[in-house]
């Protein structure tokens, strides 16, 4: 879409049924309708207390919790398809590959912080929501997709954590 068309998007826009206009209105009119999409929904789960689990053996236990090897981390990012899902900051997997001489050390030294900490920076954490038109010619808040874009390096550590987990997840199931 052009950029003079997504301009004047959001200057006019429907929102159930109501023609709204001017930058900030429809700016207003977007965060409202979207923001419900996102808040959170509490309900009352079952509790599991009673229930038997089968348990992993102290080997797979090992396996879980030693620390991430570099082989680990690039496998995690290779794995990742080089030029789909950049992050908030444009960065796609093909940008890390072609330099993972320059980045490694700084991935390693990421996921050392995650492994001794047991947490992520806010930084690292953070997804933005973008808007991704589904028509060539939006009228209404839903011919718009949300969708959420996450950082690479959140990807590759939760890539690397479904990798172990695939090894031992037969033995609890």
Not at 21 to 36: D, P, W
Not at 55 to 73: D, I, K, M, Q, Y
Not at 78 to 104: A, H, M, V
Request: glycine share 6%; aromatic share 10%; charged share 20%.
């Amino acid at each position: 879409m052009s950029s003079r068309r997504q301009h004047n998007a959001l200057r006019l826009l429907q929102v159930n049924g109501v023609q709204v206009e001017g930058v900030q209105n429809v700016r207003e009119a977007v965060f409202h309708h979207f923001s419900s999409h996102y808040k959170a929904t509490y309900w009352v789960q079952p509790g599991v207390e009673d229930l038997s689990f089968c348990r992993l053996s102290v080997a797979e236990l090992g396996t879980l919790v030693c620390p991430f090897t570099l082989e680990e981390v690039k496998q995690a990012i290779w794995d990742c398809d080089s030029y789909k899902s950049p992050g908030p900051d444009g960065i796609n997997f093909g940008f890390i590959k072609q330099f993972w001489p320059e980045l490694k050390d700084d991935f390693m030294r990421f996921v050392v912080e995650f492994h001794r900490n047991g947490k992520l920076t806010k930084e690292v954490n953070a997804t933005f929501i973008a808007l991704i038109l589904k028509v060539e010619s939006p009228q209404r808040l839903n011919d718009f997709q949300p969708i959420s874009l996450v950082g690479c390096m959140y990807k590759v550590l939760v890539k690397m954590l479904a990798n172990r987990l695939c090894v031992v997840i037969g033995s609890v199931v």
